[in-house]
C-alpha cells in the first residue's frame, strides 16, 4: 500500500539555523508533492508544491528538493525563526484523482 | 482572501445524536473534502466531493455521510456519534488543478 514517512521525533533547533524535515514513501510515483504548515489547534495551511520534474523549488526563506529516485522530499528553511515552530505535513497526490494522501506531519520546535 | 470556514470550532455531543458539520468555501472550488485528523494517525480522509451532488467514500467513511447540494457547501453527517467519532475534523477544498488544498479552522468534536 501507498506509504508516506515523516518523523515523528520533534526537531528542535536553535534559531538562526537551517532546519531540514524528510518526507519519504513508498509504493508510489506522484506527480507532485506538497507541504503544509500546522498549528496547533488550527487547519493546514499550503506552502509549497513540487512537481516531479521538478528538483528543487524555493520560496522566501522555504527550499523543497524532491528527487523521485529516493522517493524522498527535503524541506528546509533557512535562517529559522521561532515563529516558525510548527507541525510541518508532506503530501502526495494521487495520480487521476485530486485527492491527497498525507503524512502525520514532524514538529519543529526553534528556539532562542 | 480566501477562505474555508466551518460551522463550530467546538462540539461536544452526546452518544447516538445526529451531528451536522458544515463546510464553506467563497474560492468556487470544484473539490471539497473532510478528514479527521487524531494523534499519531494524522489525516485521514473521509469523504470528498468533486462536483455537486457527487460523492466518493475516502479511507474512513464508516458512520458518516456527506451532502452536497451547493458547489460552495459541504456536510458531514455523524448518523448516530460514537464515543470513537471523537475527534478534530476539517474540512478542505481545492481546484481541480493543480490541487493545493485550502483547509477550515478546524471542528473539534467530543462525542460523551
Keep these: ?112 | 482572501d480566501v477562505k474555508v470556514t466551518q460551522s463550530s470550532r467546538y462540539l461536544v455531543k452526546r452518544t447516538g445524536e445526529k451531528v451536522f458539520l458544515e463546510c464553506v468555501q467563497d474560492m468556487d472550488h470544484e473539490n471539497m473534502f473532510w478528514y479527521r485528523q487524531d494523534p499519531g494517525l494524522g489525516l485521514r480522509l473521509i469523504y470528498f466531493s468533486y462536483d455537486v451532488k457527487m460523492k466518493e467514500k475516502g479511507d474512513i467513511p464508516e458512520g458518516y455521510s456527506v451532502s452536497r447540494e451547493k458547489k460552495e457547501r459541504f456536510s458531514l453527517i455523524l448518523e448516530s456519534a460514537s464515543t470513537n467519532q471523537t475527534s478534530m475534523y476539517l474540512c478542505a477544498s481545492s481546484s481541480a488543478t493543480p490541487h493545493e488544498q485550502f483547509f477550515g479552522p478546524g471542528t473539534r468534536l467530543t462525542v460523551l
Design chain 1, 1 to 112: 500500500s501507498q506509504k508516506i514517512e515523516q518523523n515523528s521525533e520533534a526537531l528542535n533547533i536553535q534559531e538562526g539555523k537551517t532546519a531540514t524535515l524528510t518526507c519519504n514513501y513508498t509504493n508510489y510515483s506522484p506527480a507532485y508533492l506538497q507541504w503544509y504548515r500546522q498549528d496547533p489547534g488550527r487547519g493546514p495551511v499550503f506552502l509549497l508544491l513540487i512537481r516531479e520534474n521538478e528538483k528543487e523549488k524555493r520560496k522566501e526563506r522555504l527550499k523543497v528538493t524532491f528527487d523521485t529516485t529516493l522517493k524522498q522530499s527535503l524541506f528546509h528553511i533557512t535562517a529559522s525563526q521561532p515563529a516558525d515552530s510548527a507541525t510541518y505535513l508532506c503530501a502526495l497526490d494521487i495520480r487521476d484523482t485530486d485527492k491527497l494522501i498525507f503524512g502525520t506531519g514532524t514538529r519543529l520546535q526553534v528556539f532562542p
